[in-house]
């Protein structure tokens, strides 16, 4: 039976399989939407953050987790996803309240993490051991993969449910511990699943740990912890540039999916299609209101088709619809705060500065007062080296840029800091994914096939690792052991 009790609430802090009052006391938990606070979040200080490492620590050298069997290991994460499925609803409705999620994104957010925790539990089942020894050899060499220990993982706020389920599951299924940071802009997010596996499944006390923290002193311990063995983080590259200088000083694995500015090339054997347009605004620009770090913010266009595509462009954008999360009819919804708005603003107003123009959106929606909202945003005349094509925004806005060849195109595209995703649309499939390989990402889509079940992470100051993608992704949370045995 579905727990009758909302999601939404103002949690203690999970450590050790108890509900813990924080030291620190609480802070607000704002909905973007409304601007309304929906709950009080507990903010951990340093003893709650030392106490969720310890709880970690003990479960991980002296609990059952690290030395379950994977059969009672998958267990545990299927009864994790039927659990997320019993309450999607209540998990869709603090997503619209605590981040502002859609019901086109809903897919994505609410529904897939429990098909993740169950693919992870399949996966525990599929570790094994590899032979590796040359033919011929005098001993047999089996590689092992080992679970690092304790994993502290640090969320953002974009798509933060999913990211918690996914980051806290294929950790899980590697046999570690857990210590859960969620962003203090989202922290309902990760206390709400601290809840579910709480009382849904039979992962034991001290494997999961959730903390809350609002200040960076008592975030950065789980960065510098000589108990923490791992760090997974996904956010901003100038906080994962920070993560690896913190954790170098105990060479902690790190897992880090950091920024994006990716570009999307259009050849100009291309047909132009609405359903094509529809998909570059939605993939460059209006997706979860532009606050993700795969979307295709840079639109490169030859100029033959140039004024046809962003006059296209423009008139889709003129027709979404921005707004409450909870009315079905919204297209695209609100910043995650003030801040957010106020930068994406000012990102806009340093383009024209630098002599961009906006044809499309680059304001606040009239008529709304309330809420943190932005127009989907187009802006021409955009140039490679400017700071607008630099820079990411993680806002509805999308600069276009003009390119003379293929040659040219590739260039533009790799200059950048950044290389997370991609894509390429032409008629002439060879031709594209010609220039696919030549840009460097970690993936890139041909005429809108993204990759599959594929690792996934990026290049340059992207990130470093990968995850998803299988057995691969489990291993990036493990350690590999080479056994050497007589040969029998």
């Not at 450590?15 to 006391?25: K, S």
């Not at 619209?96 to 993490?113: H, K, M």
């Not at 929606?365 to 990411?392: C, H, M, N, W």
């Amino acid at each position: 039976m579905v727990n009758a009790r909302p999601l939404i609430d103002s949690y203690p802090l999970y450590l050790d399989g108890q509900w813990v009052e924080p030291q620190a006391g609480r802070y607000d938990d704002i909905s973007p939407a409304t601007e309304e606070v929906i709950a009080r979040a507990p903010d951990a200080g340093l003893a709650d953050v030392d106490a969720a490492i310890s709880a970690a620590r003990r479960a991980f050298d002296s609990g059952p987790w690290a030395h379950a069997s994977a059969e009672n290991r998958a267990r545990c994460l299927t009864q994790l996803g039927a659990a997320l499925t019993e309450h999607a609803d209540e998990l869709f409705a603090l997503s619209q309240s605590e981040w502002g999620c859609l019901a086109n994104e809903r897919a994505i957010q609410i529904d897939a993490p429990a098909l993740t925790a169950n693919r992870s539990g399949e996966l525990a089942t599929q570790l094994t051991d590899e032979t590796v020894s040359a033919d011929g050899a005098a001993s047999t060499t089996l590689l092992r993969y080992e679970p690092q220990g304790v994993v502290s993982i640090l969320t953002p706020w974009n798509f933060p449910h999913s990211l918690n389920v996914m980051k806290v599951c294929r950790a899980l299924a590697a046999g570690n511990t857990v210590v859960l940071k969620p962003s203090p802009l989202t922290p309902i997010a990760g206390l709400a699943l601290a809840r579910i596996i709480d009382e849904h499944t039979d992962i034991p006390p001290g494997t999961v740990n959730v903390v809350t923290p609002s200040g960076i002193e008592a975030s950065k311990v789980l960065t510098t912890d000589p108990r923490i063995d791992m760090v997974g983080f996904t956010g901003s590259s100038a906080v994962g540039r920070e993560i690896m200088a913190a954790a170098s000083t105990t060479m902690k694995r790190i897992l880090l999916e950091c920024g994006g500015k990716s570009a999307v090339v259009l050849l100009d054997d291309v047909e132009v299609t609405d359903e094509l347009l529809e998909r570059l605004l939605f993939e460059a620009c209006s997706l979860h209101a532009g606050q993700a770090c795969i979307l295709q913010s840079r639109l490169l266009l030859p100029a033959p088709l140039h004024d046809e595509v962003v006059d296209g462009l423009v008139e889709l954008v003129g027709r979404v619809k921005v707004g409450d999360p909870t009315d079905p009819e919204t297209q695209m919804g609100p910043l995650i705060s003030r801040a957010q708005l106020e930068r994406v603003a000012a990102h806009v107003s340093a383009a024209i500065d630098e002599g961009a123009t906006v044809v499309a959106g680059g304001r606040r929606p009239p008529g709304r007062g309330k809420g943190f909202y932005f127009e989907p945003t187009i802006l021409t005349g955009v140039t490679p080296d400017s700071v607008i094509a630099q820079e990411e925004v993680f806002g509805p806005v999308l600069s276009v840029l003009r390119y003379t060849d293929d040659d040219d195109a590739v260039a533009i595209a790799n200059n950048s800091q950044y290389g997370l995703s991609g894509a390429v649309w032409g008629s002439d499939i060879d031709r594209a994914f010609a220039v696919a390989g030549r840009v460097r990402t970690g993936q890139i889509a041909v005429n809108g096939c993204g990759p599959g079940d594929a690792p996934f992470g990026g290049f340059k100051q992207s990130g470093l690792g990968r995850e998803g993608g299988g057995l691969r992704g489990l291993h990036a949370y493990m350690e590999q052991k080479a056994i050497g045995l007589p040969t029998r």
